[in-house]
Structure formats: C-alpha cells, structure tokens
C-alpha cells in the first residue's frame, strides 16, 4: 500500500499530539492540585486564626449571657464579649482613638517627607545615601524604640503619642523614601523632559503625568504604613506606659487573661483585675478581632491594585516585557493571525 | 497651521547625561530630513537633547528656528518636539490621552498665530488627519502594554505632530527594530520614511546604522567620540569621506587602509604612490597629485608618507594573467561567498620592489586555509598558487566580487583600480586629504 509511509507520517502526529494533549493534561492536572493546595493553606493560614477568634469571641459571650452583667444585654448576646471588653475596659477607646492619631500622623508625615526624599534620590541618585536607606529598613523596631526611648523621656514626650509620632515617623518615612524612589524607577525623567517638548511647563507636565502617575501609589503606600502602626505592638509596649496604644493595650490585657487562667505567675499572686470565669477567651477573641478589623478590610474590600502594590507585584504596563515594548502574548498571537490573513 | 522654518544649529557643544558633543553645526530645511550617524555613546542624544532644550541638558551655541535663535529658551517655549528612544509613552494613559496630550498644548503661542480658541477647528483637522495617516483609530482605547512596538511609535508620532512642533528630533526610533529579521527591519524603515515624507518641518533622526541614515535621511552628520565628524549628502559622504573613521563607518564593505608613499624616487611629480605591503605601485587621480604637489611645496621635503583606503567594492578582479604596472598579482587565501556577491582576501604573490620580497615560496600555511570554506578543494594545478607566500605582518586586502567568479583558495588573481577610488589620508590625523584650493 502507498499509504503506508503517509500513514505512518500521520500515526507519528497524531501520537506526538496525543503526547502534547497528555502533556497539558497532566500540566493542567498539576496546576489544579496545586492551586487548591495553595488555596488550602491560606485558607487555613489566613482564615483558621480569623476563624478561631470570631469563634472564641462568640461562643464565649453566651454564658456572659447570664452571668455577668444581668438581662439588659440579651439583644446584644452575639456581641456581648466585644461590648464587656469596652465596659471592663473603658480606656481601650481612648487607646482606639490614640493609634487612629498616630497612623494617620505618621503616615502624613512619612508621606510628605518620604515622598520628597524619594523623588530626590530618583532623580539624583547618591550612593551615600544608599546606606541609610538600608540600614533603615533592616534594622529591628525595637532598636528604633530604644534609642529614641531616652531622648524621648528627657525632653518629656516619654508615653505621649507626640513622642510615638516621632518614633515611628523615623523608619516610616525611609520606607516611604525606598518605595517612591523604586516607584520613579520606572518612570525615567527623560520622560517628563520630552513632554516639555510638546509645549508643557514642568509644573503642568508634573501634575498631569507624574502626579497623576504617582498619587494613587503612594496612597496605597499611606495605607500600608498607617496599617503597619495600627499593627506594631513591641515599640508602643517600650514607649507608653499610662497612654498606650491599641494593640499595647491588647498585650497587656493578653497578660492579664493570662494571669487569671492561671498560666504561670508565683503562687499566692493575685492578678490585678478580676475578671468573670469563662470571659477571658472570649474577651481575647474579641480583642483580637478588634486588631484584625482593617488589615481584614483592607485585604477584602480595597482590591487587587491594592494587594498588589503591598505585595510588590510589577504592574504588567511596567513589567519589563512592557517597558521593552514587547506586546502582550494575546496580542502577538491575534497580530500574527490577522497578518496571515491579509 | 504654523509656518514651516528652517532648522539651524551653529557650534553647539555641551552635556546630557554624561554625554558630550562639541561645536556641532548643521541646517536642515523645512520638510528636509537629517540624520545623526554615529555609534551608541557618540553624543547623538546629547546633541538632540540640546536642540530640544531639556532641562538636564546643559550647554552653549545657536540653535536658531527661522533665523529667530532660540537656545535661550526653556524647551516647553521653543517647540522642538523630541520623541525619546524609548517613545516616553506613559504607562496609565489610554492612547487617547497621550494623543489629546499633544493636541491640548497650553501655552500661549507666539504673537501673530490663532489663539487656542481660533484654533479649534484647527485641532480637530489635525487630529482626523494624524489618526488617519498613523491609523490610529482603532487604538484609541488602548494602554501602551497593550501596543506593538509600531504602534507606540506611530502614537508618539501622533503625540508630537499635533504638538505643531517647529521642528522635529527623534532619537533612534528605529532600534528596537534592529533585533528583528532584517525584512521586518526593512519594512519598519519603509513605514517611517512614509510617514516622515508628509511631515513638513525639519525632521533630525539620530541612529547607529549606516543604511537607515542612508534610507531617512536627505543629510547626514556623521557624529564620534562627541564631535560632528562630516555632514553631507550619503553620496558626497560615501565619495569624499572627510577621514578614514567617516569612510569605514558608512561601508558597509571592510576598507582596505594601507600605509603607502609618495616619493621623488618614484616619479619627479607625485603621480604615483608606492603601498609598502607588497609593494604595489599605483597612479594617483589628479586631485590626489594635486594635494600631494602642495604638501611637497609647503614643506620642502618630496616624500609623503600617506595612507590610502581602498574600498573592497571599488578593486576589480580579473584572471586573465595580465601584467600592467598598476595591476597587482594577488593570491586569493580567504574566499567568502555570500550566495549574491563574494569576498576575498588576497595577499601580492610577487614582490614590485625588493623591499617587499616574500621571505620563502610555500604553500599557504595552515592558519590561512582555516578561514577558507571547509568544502573548498585543494586548488587544481591549472590555478596553482604562485609561488610566494605571505609574511605574516603581510596584510590581507578584502575585495569584494561578483558571485560568478571562478576562484578557489590558493589560485591567482588580478586586482586593479581606478585612481578616482583610492583615497588618501594624513597618516597622523586620518583625515582625507583634500586638494589645496585653487
């Protein structure tokens, strides 16, 4: 038969199709696995602590029910450990309103600062510079806190949310600096410069272009940094004492519910605040939630950009591939086929 | 519409990003186009930067637009559009905004031309006929990530034009392009010579390849080493190469540059130069002898030493054994065919002079074949080698022949050339030597 080579030819396709289907099958098979398995572990890293909270929070405000404090609580038993939490702690509100402030100093702070620092050293890169920059973001929180913990203390800021503003503006602001500097990384200033050209004034180019460019950036970038102190507990518990912040207000009563469980101490040692029995996990939970509440929001409500951003994700309009002007995968495929066609 | 002017720029010299050029000087008329040739690093950036006024670039010198100067000015007053290397297309903008970006200029313009307002209709008829010849429309909602490389071009095309620039500078539009097959390349040069051809302002383009000067270009400067080398036209540049660097960078083809003498013990009048590899006498065209007589004149002495630069294209091959005084015996020791056109490199076989005497009569050594096609034969006895062999600082001279020839490693052959092709340059400054004027 004639067709024997030929089919053979073909028989060899047709295998080195089934091959290739295989292939993707099983690539395909792979990526599902493990793009469950990574769903999974998130799920459980991100979602079991958030879970465990919620849940200690709830099932431990129903005895409180009642126990303590008596009826008028009965239509906020879902929510009664959160509301207990601010009736045995009234200054928690005060510590709420005490790290609102902070962050969004700081934050404003490092912005302004940061951000300018930042353009500078873009457009006019100093290697000298480099060093601080890096010592900045390595160096511990708490090396930040101890060392300004005594200058703090002799010019009377010690335990003053001033005093916090100053400490945390420090490490913030040369965060803000690194970012922004990486950010105008990617906008070159030959850019701006060849818009001039078209007629622009440099004010009119910067606020149309790298403004325009920049804003919604650094807003994510202000985001972060407020989170970052809503967040950060180790240098509060050094710098407050009688005025402490949210979270440290947190770890104190994390010590406190500790004591009364009876989780170490000396014996015959009275915690200091006594608090109802079978309470305690339940106020933590609901502590602990109250700390979760924005990183959460944030994580769910503000969107991919945002996420992004904070993760360091390259924008796909600046990724390499973009500024090389090497057009997406789609695009080369659809060029390809509609030039066939002509 | 603005008026059309034309482009002048005397002794410009100074800096942009680390980069310098000194005393360039060029005028390109409105709808005339000039090309900046030179290597990457060679000041071609620095001198457009200049021209367009940026703001990080720094300098002295005239530019001039319609003999009004205006190097005094910020770059958003002297409306010289520079479109970067890279197309400074920013990356959160639709095309649509970029475009609008060049439209919506809003500075006042200078006396005497329509206000924003009068204008109006004036915008829009740009904007339907930019859209038009770049075909942009379909684009219009895109973001740069989402454009091929040609269409970021013809957006920033359309970004400047409907700047109304007074003149036009665009740095190495074509280098992306480099890296592509050269059909793709060649085709990309064909799109940008059409759409330069409609523009009427003076047109600057800056590259590093000699055949995209030679396509976009009416003019070229010649740019090295941070100074405007020669400008002219590609066959005034070709022809009168104003030094040996200028000529080797526009062929395309290796040039043969051999040190060679003009003496009295040659000929009373400078009618002929002797090359000192090989040996090899050849007459010298009048405007040669011309240059050579004043050099004698002025300094007294009657021996020039000269390079001379032979281009591979200009030596004629021949093997019809014929033994003129200006035909030289050559042995072919590297063959390169190409499929459309052949390169050899030949050495003499015989000595002209006896300081030029081969040392031995050998076969080609080995090194020399390795060069050579691995499927050439030994050559047959009727083309045997002639008998001497090259020394080793003996140099190779590249010719550059038909594809038809007939010639193996190792057989002979006759090179000949016209004396109107052999240039002359200073041996110390490489530059060409002119004739003294009359």
Redesign the interface.
């Known amino acids: 038969m004639n067709a024997g080579p030929r089919g053979a030819a073909s028989g060899t396709r047709t295998r080195n199709r089934a091959g290739k289907q295989q292939q993707r099958y099983h690539g395909h098979v792979a990526g599902s696995v493990l793009w469950w398995w990574g769903l999974a572990l998130l799920g459980l890293g991100v979602g079991g602590p958030v879970l465990a909270v919620v849940w200690f929070a709830f099932v431990g405000s129903l005895p409180l029910i009642q126990e303590w404090p008596p009826s008028p609580l009965t239509r906020w038993h879902v929510v009664a450990a959160w509301r207990q939490l601010f009736l045995i702690h009234p200054e928690l509100v005060a510590g709420l309103a005490r790290t609102l402030f902070v962050a969004l100093v700081v934050a404003a702070l490092a912005l302004l600062l940061g951000a300018l620092a930042g353009y500078a050293l873009s457009r006019k890169p100093s290697a000298r510079l480099e060093v601080p920059l890096a010592a900045g973001r390595l160096l511990p929180g708490l090396f930040w806190a101890l060392g300004l913990a005594l200058p703090l203390m002799s010019i009377g800021l010690y335990d003053r949310p001033e005093g916090l503003v100053l400490v945390y503006s420090a490490p913030a602001t040369i965060l803000v600096a690194w970012v922004t500097r990486r950010l105008l990384d990617?906008?070159?200033?030959?850019?701006g410069?060849?818009?001039?050209?078209?007629?622009?004034?440099?004010w009119?180019v910067w606020n149309?272009?790298t403004w325009?460019?920049l804003r919604p950036r650094l807003a994510r970038l202000a985001v972060l940094v407020m989170l970052g102190i809503w967040n950060e507990a180790a240098i509060a518990l050094i710098l407050t004492q009688y005025r402490p912040t949210l979270s440290a207000l947190l770890v104190r009563l994390t010590r406190l519910v500790m004591l009364e469980a009876g989780a170490g101490g000396p014996p015959g040692m009275t915690p200091p605040v006594l608090i109802p029995p079978g309470a305690a996990l339940a106020q933590l939970g609901a502590a602990a939630t109250l700390l979760a509440l924005p990183p959460l929001c944030a994580l769910l409500f503000l969107g991919r950009p945002w996420l992004d951003f904070w993760l360091g994700v390259k924008?796909?309009?600046?990724?390499a591939?973009?500024?090389?002007?090497?057009?997406?995968a789609h695009?080369l495929v659809s060029?390809t086929s509609s030039q066939g066609e002509a | 519409m603005a008026e059309l002017q034309e482009l002048r720029v005397a002794h410009l010299s100074g800096e942009y990003?680390g980069r310098r050029i000194e005393n360039a000087s060029f005028q390109v008329p409105a709808g005339g186009r000039l090309v900046l040739l030179g290597p990457a690093g060679a000041g071609k950036t620095a001198l457009l930067?200049l021209i367009?006024?940026?703001?990080?670039a720094w300098g002295t010198g005239e530019v001039r637009v319609g003999g009004q100067r205006v190097d005094g000015r910020?770059?958003?007053?002297?409306?010289?559009?520079?479109?970067?290397a890279?197309?400074?297309l920013?990356?959160?903008?639709s095309v649509q905004e970029q475009i609008r970006?060049?439209l919506a200029?809003?500075?006042p313009r200078p006396t005497g031309e329509p206000s924003l307002a009068e204008r109006s209709g004036e915008a829009a008829a740009l904007w339907q006929r930019w859209l038009l010849q770049l075909d942009l429309e379909p684009l219009l909602n895109r973001?740069?990530?989402?454009?091929?490389?040609d269409e970021?071009l013809r957006v920033a095309l359309a970004?400047?034009m409907l700047?109304q620039?007074v003149a036009l500078?665009l740095d190495d539009p074509l280098a992306?392009w480099r890296q592509e097959p050269p059909r793709v390349w060649w085709q990309m040069v064909d799109r940008l010579q059409g759409w330069l051809a409609s523009i009427e302002i003076p047109v600057v383009i800056a590259t590093t390849n000699a055949q995209e000067a030679v396509r976009l270009g009416q003019r070229i400067l010649v740019v090295g080493s941070g100074r405007g080398h020669q400008c002219g036209s590609p066959q005034e540049l070709y022809f009168e190469p104003s030094s040996i660097w200028v000529a080797q960078y526009l062929s395309p083809w290796p040039l043969n540059v051999w040190p060679a003498t003009v003496s009295e013990e040659l000929s009373p009048q400078p009618t002929h130069l002797r090359l000192e590899d090989g040996g090899w006498e050849l007459p010298l065209s009048p405007a040669g002898q011309k240059a050579i007589a004043a050099w004698w004149e002025a300094t007294g002495q009657k021996q020039r030493s000269v390079l001379v630069g032979l281009r591979a294209e200009d030596l004629a091959v021949s093997t019809d054994g014929s033994s003129a005084p200006s035909v030289w015996a050559t042995r072919v020791v590297q063959l390169e065919q190409w499929g459309w056109t052949t390169l050899l490199g030949v050495v003499p076989t015989a000595p002209a002079s006896p300081a030029a005497t081969p040392p031995a009569t050998s076969p080609p050594p080995a090194a020399e074949r390795e060069g050579s096609p691995a499927l050439a034969p030994a050559p047959p006895a009727n083309l045997a080698p002639a008998a001497a062999a090259p020394s080793p600082s003996t140099r190779r001279l590249w010719v550059l022949t038909s594809r038809d020839i007939q010639l193996l490693t190792g057989s002979t052959c006759q090179i000949t050339i016209s004396p109107e092709r052999v240039l002359l340059f200073d041996p110390v400054t490489e530059q060409r030597l002119a004739p003294a004027p009359s």
């Open positions: 990617d906008l070159p200033a030959h850019w410069e060849s818009l001039l050209t078209l007629g622009w004034s440099p009119r149309a272009w325009d460019w924008e796909p309009s600046m990724s591939a973009g500024a090389l002007g090497q057009p997406p695009r060029t | 990003e930067a367009a006024g940026l703001p990080s910020p770059a958003w007053q002297r409306r010289i559009a520079l479109i970067p890279d197309y400074a920013w990356p959160h903008r970006f060049g200029r809003p500075l973001y740069p990530s989402e454009l091929q490389p970021r970004r400047a700047a620039p500078l992306r």
